[in-house]
């Protein structure tokens, strides 16, 4: 069955570090893989989206990878500050699908 | 900022009522969705639709209905609302794009307790 995995583990890092978190996908082929930011209490937020045929893509600080041999992807956050403290949800469509399917999410917790 | 409103934020009703969530959007969007996640849990595909008197059910089995008269309005509606329905419920939309490279935009959430 399809399956999109992220570390359900909260990530706590120091402030002025780099974040690094890990979305891993079966049986899936996607064209496009996505990076949402969810605040507690709100909808996610539209962050990053890379192509199967992009390794990485940069926006800022925010560094995404997509590894579609290892069905990987990373989402890199460099001199991470606490306002980066959220829920980081992946999200991936097979072509022909009807629409996006999100992981569960990691929580990043940056401490000043 | 995502123009897509969400009316309730938050609403507790009794077991048995009926419940319509409001959800528009001014982006002009083809497509809209309607997510339901539990606290610290994903997101999952109740309802989506492609455009206007089109509307499909997602990969998770709902009781709730929705309508799309119009472009910009995708209400959710629950006709006898019960406890297993406590839970978050997201509106999204996007644009149609070939190739299903659709970023989506979320309105806040609309929270729904039933007692």
């Known amino acids: 069955s399809q399956k999109i995995e992220q570390n359900s583990e909260a990530l706590n890092i120091q402030e002025g570090k780099t974040a690094t978190l890990t979305c891993n996908y079966t049986n899936y082929s996607p064209a496009y893989l996505q990076w949402y930011r969810q605040d507690p209490g709100r909808g996610p937020v539209f962050l990053l989206l890379?192509?199967?045929?992009?390794k990485e893509k940069r926006k800022e600080r925010l560094k995404v990878t997509f590894d579609t041999t290892l069905k990987q992807s990373l989402f890199h956050i460099t001199a991470s500050q606490p306002a980066d403290s959220a829920t980081y949800l992946c999200a991936l469509s097979d072509t022909g699908r009807r629409a996006l399917t999100f992981g569960s999410g990691t929580r990043l917790q940056v401490q000043p | 900022e995502a123009d897509i409103y969400q009316t309730p934020r938050y609403l507790v009703i009794g077991t048995g009522k009926k419940i319509t969530l409001e959800c528009s959007q001014t982006?002009?969007?083809?497509?809209m969705y309607w997510y339901q996640q539990d606290p610290g849990m994903e997101l999952h595909l109740i309802h989506y639709s492609y455009g206007v008197n089109s509307t499909e059910k997602g990969d998770l089995s709902s009781e709730s209905t929705v309508s799309r008269i119009r472009t910009e309005h995708f209400p959710l509606t629950l006709e006898s609302a019960r406890p297993s329905h406590t839970s978050q419920y997201l509106c999204a939309s996007s644009e149609y794009v070939a190739g299903n490279r659709n970023t989506i935009y979320f309105g806040e959430g609309s929270w729904l307790t039933v007692v």
């Open positions: 890379i192509r199967e045929n992009e």
């Open positions: 982006m002009g969007h083809d497509k």
